[in-house]
């Protein structure tokens, strides 16, 4: 694999469209056709929710593994690495739907929002609720009546109430609405998740911010206890964690997608912030 698949949907590479609103299929109907199993990949602009009904198998989400061995939530956002390995006859959903679609539904939600930021992966005990709202949505979605799309968003915005209202205690976080420096940090990472091939600095990023680096890597510190070059490098690493682990890319490859002409200045970078050389990250790296 030469790098990380970005799919619309699994298999499927036209990111020009999407098919509606949202979409929403079995884990059968797709799992037939790739032998139940799903390798590492990506959607660069899809947020999933997977329900997990019966049977069961394995999951990969960027590099932590859980079996899957009951009734399962897992919530997915954008551009995070995921797979499945599922045991035949796996009954359950899978929901996908636009990131813009789904901030324009949660716009004012800002509590939803923000758990969903992040993936997570729960065993569930109502599963009746969920058999019930996931049914509900893909016969909706089956039809071509009035009022489709209205019908179709609030069942999706009552799945994801009861989604994140059922998180376990461990998953939830206290959250209230962001103060001026919280927000300004999410348009810094924003930034950074658009631009980090391009190895901007601190200077530059700040100036599309239209603040000074000073006050920048001030505020990064109050609100993240670290500097904005750290969160800039961060980023660059996790991308060269995810490459290294899931596709057959050379290092020198790997240095250049990540905007390094030296591939030695890239290995100095990668070893100096990791305590390991990428050919032995390689080696460590979870095969799934």
């Known amino acids: 694999m030469k790098s990380i698949p970005n799919y619309i949907l699994y298999g499927e590479n036209d990111h020009k469209k999407f098919p509606d609103f949202l979409h929403i299929e079995s884990i059968k109907s797709r799992s037939l056709k790739t032998g139940w199993k799903f390798k590492p990949h990506q959607h660069h602009n899809l947020h999933q929710f997977f329900y997990i009904k019966s049977v069961g198998g394995s999951a990969l989400i960027e590099k932590n593994k859980t079996s899957l061995n009951g009734n399962y939530i897992i919530s997915i956002p954008p551009l995070n690495v995921h797979g499945f390995k599922?045991?035949?006859?796996?009954?359950?959903?899978?929901?996908?739907?636009?990131?813009?679609?789904?901030?324009?539904?949660?716009?004012?939600?800002?509590?939803?929002?923000?758990?969903?930021?992040?993936?997570?992966?729960?065993?569930?005990?109502?599963?009746?609720?969920?058999?019930?709202?996931?049914?509900?949505?893909?016969?909706?979605?089956?039809?071509?009546?009035?009022l489709r799309e209205f019908t179709l968003k609030n069942h999706v915005g009552l799945l994801i109430a009861k989604v994140v209202r059922n998180l376990p205690e461990q998953l939830k976080t206290e959250i209230t609405p962001p103060n001026q420096k919280q927000v300004l940090v999410r348009q810094f990472q924003i930034q950074?998740?658009?631009?980090?091939?391009?190895?901007?600095?601190?200077?530059?990023?700040?100036?599309?911010?239209?603040?000074?680096?000073?006050?920048?890597?001030?505020?990064?510190?109050?609100?993240?206890?670290?500097?904005?070059?750290?969160?800039?490098?961060?980023?660059?690493?996790?991308?060269?964690?995810?490459?290294?682990?899931?596709?057959?890319?050379?290092?020198?490859?790997?240095?250049?997608?990540?905007?390094?002409?030296?591939?030695?200045?890239?290995?100095?970078?990668f070893s100096k912030n990791n305590q390991i050389t990428p050919s032995n990250f390689r080696k460590l790296s979870v095969t799934f």
């Open 192 to 269: 950074i998740s658009n631009q980090y091939k391009q190895r901007l600095s601190v200077a530059q990023y700040a100036n599309i911010l239209n603040i000074t680096p000073t006050h920048l890597n001030r505020v990064c510190r109050n609100i993240l206890d670290i500097s904005a070059s750290q969160l800039i490098n961060e980023r660059t690493l996790l991308e060269a964690k995810r490459l290294l682990s899931y596709t057959s890319m050379s290092i020198s490859e790997i240095a250049y997608d990540l905007g390094y002409i030296d591939t030695a200045h890239f290995s100095k970078f």
């Open 86 to 146: 599922f045991i035949t006859d796996t009954e359950g959903w899978v929901l996908t739907i636009p990131d813009i679609y789904l901030k324009q539904l949660l716009q004012n939600q800002n509590v939803l929002l923000e758990h969903l930021q992040t993936p997570f992966i729960y065993a569930c005990s109502n599963h009746s609720v969920f058999d019930n709202l996931f049914q509900n949505i893909n016969e909706e979605h089956l039809k071509a009546q009035p």
